[in-house]
C-alpha cells in the first residue's frame, strides 16, 4: 500500500514494543493472550495476528467465530479463543479448532452436543464466570451443575477458567476490582478440587495486567495495551500509539465574512477565513460530533479545527493562519495527538476510535 493519500499507517515496530512492555510486567510462566477483535482495535487483524504469531505469542482471542475463520485462513495456527461465539457457529468452530468461552449452561448444553456429534474427545473448552462485570457468563449458583455436565462428558475438557473485570482501569472501584479478583479464587478452587487435571486461568485485561499482578493468573488477555494505549496517561511513556490516521488536502479556498461552509450552513464565517477541504469523512469512522471545531488536524506541524459539518467523504479545517497547499499531508491523529486526546473531545474511548476507522482506508503497515 503506497504512503499516500488517506490511510492508517500502522508501526509494526511499535506493537512489538508494546507487547515486550506488557510481557515484562508478567511473572515468567505467565501466558499472553493477544485480543484481536474487531480487526485488531481497527488495525487490521490478519496482519497484526502474523506479526504477534512470528514475536511467539501464546494465544488470541476474538469475538466471533467468523473473525477466528479469517486468522485461521491466513496462517494463524497457534490457538484462537473466541470471546462470544453463539450457538449456530458451533459446528464451524470445531471444524476450524477454535477453543470456545462458555458463558452459560444452555451454551455448555449445546457445545457438547456439537462436539459428541463429531465424535471430539477432550475438546478445548474455556467456562467463564460472571464475577460482577453482569455481562456474559455463567452464575456461580450453577458451578455444580457445569462441574458435572465437563466430568461426565469426555467429549470436552476444561482449558480455561475466564472471568472479565468490570474496572480494572478505576482505581476508584478498587474494592469492587478485589472482590472480583476473590470470587475468581473461589470459582478455580472449587474447579481444581473438581477437576482430575490443571487449567488456565485469566481474569484481567490491559489495565488489569497494568493495575492488579494479583489478577494475572496463568495468562492475560491483552487488546488495547498492544496498540498503544493504557487507559491512563501515566502509562503514556511505556506505550507507543501504533497507528497514524493521515490524510491529504484536496483543495484550499478564501470566503469572506458572512459565507458559509458544508451543510446547512452551520458554521458562517466572522471573518475572512480560508479553509482545506480534507479526504475523510463519517464514512470512514470520523463520527459527525467531531463537526462544528470539535477535533482539530494537524497540517505542516500546526493545529486546524474543523469547520461546520463532518460530511460522508471529507470534512473541513481552518487553515486561515497555516502555510499550506493542496496536497499536503494532514495527520488526524498520531502517537503525539493521540486517539485518546481525540476520543475525550466527544466523550468517548481510544477504543470506540480506532474500531470505528472503515474498511475504506486502506492500512499501511510499517516495519
Ligand atoms: C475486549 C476484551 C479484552 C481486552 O480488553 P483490553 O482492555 O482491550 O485489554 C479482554 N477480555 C475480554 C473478555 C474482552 O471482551
Redesign the pocket.
Known amino acids: 500500500m503506497p504512503l499516500q493519500g488517506t490511510r492508517l499507517e500502522v508501526n509494526l515496530a511499535a506493537l512489538e514494543h508494546n507487547f515486550h512492555y506488557l510481557k515484562s510486567k508478567l511473572q515468567s510462566g505467565v501466558k499472553f493472550m493477544a ?1 484481536v ?1 474487531a480487526n485488531a ?1 481497527g488495525h487490521g487483524a490478519v496482519t497484526i495476528a502474523q506479526r504477534l504469531q512470528e514475536l511467539n505469542v501464546d494465544y488470541f ?1 476474538v ?1 466471533y467465530v467468523s473473525e477466528a475463520v479469517e486468522l485461521r485462513d491466513n496462517g494463524i495456527h497457534k490457538p484462537i479463543l473466541v ?2 461465539p453463539q450457538t449456530f457457529m458451533l459446528d464451524t468452530c470445531i471444524e476450524r479448532c477454535i477453543e470456545p ?1 462458555i458463558y452459560s449452561v444452555e451454551m455448555l448444553d449445546a457445545f457438547i452436543t456439537a462436539a459428541q456429534a463429531r465424535q471430539q474427545k477432550s475438546y478445548p473448552i474455556h467456562l ?1 464466570f460472571n464475577t460482577g462485570l453482569n455481562r456474559i457468563g455463567i452464575d456461580l449458583k450453577d458451578i455444580d451443575e457445569v462441574i458435572s455436565k465437563v466430568t461426565s462428558n469426555s467429549s470436552v475438557k476444561v482449558r480455561g477458567l ?1 472471568s ?1 473485570l468490570a474496572a480494572s ?1 478505576d482505581l476508584n472501584e478498587d474494592d469492587f476490582t478485589k472482590s472480583q479478583i476473590k470470587l475468581f479464587e473461589i470459582i478455580n478452587d472449587q474447579l481444581e478440587n473438581a477437576l482430575p487435571y490443571s487449567f488456565l486461568k485469566h481474569e484481567s ?3 488489569g ?1 497494568l493495575n492488579y499482578q494479583s489478577a494475572h493468573f496463568s495468562m492475560v ?5 498492544l496498540y498503544g494505549y493504557g ?1 491512563d496517561k501515566k502509562f503514556d511513556a511505556d506505550l507507543i500509539p501504533i497507528a497514524a490516521l493521515k490524510s491529504v488536502i484536496s483543495q484550499t479556498r478564501w470566503i469572506e465574512a458572512g459565507e458559509s461552509v458544508s451543510y446547512n450552513r452551520k458554521f458562517i464565517a466572522q471573518e475572512r477565513t480560508r479553509y482545506a477541504v480534507i479526504a475523510l469523512g463519517h464514512g470512514d469512522g470520523i463520527n459527525r460530533i467531531y463537526g462544528y471545531g470539535k477535533a482539530h488536524v494537524s497540517i505542516n506541524g500546526k493545529l486546524a479545527p474543523t469547520l461546520g459539518i463532518i460530511c460522508m467523504d471529507m470534512f473541513m479545517v481552518d487553515i486561515t493562519n497555516i502555510d499550506c497547499h493542496a496536497g499536503d499531508e494532514v495527520i488526524i491523529f498520531s502517537k503525539q495527538l493521540t486517539a485518546r486526546d481525540m476520543a475525550e473531545k466527544a466523550g468517548t474511548i481510544s ?1 470506540e476510535i480506532l474500531t470505528g476507522i472503515q474498511k475504506r482506508v486502506p492500512r499501511a503497515y510499517i516495519k
Open positions: 485480543v477483535k482495535y482471542a469475538a470471546l462470544h468461552v467463564e475466564q472479565h482501569e485485561n490491559t489495565s495486567i488477555r491483552s487488546g488495547i495495551g487507559n477504543y
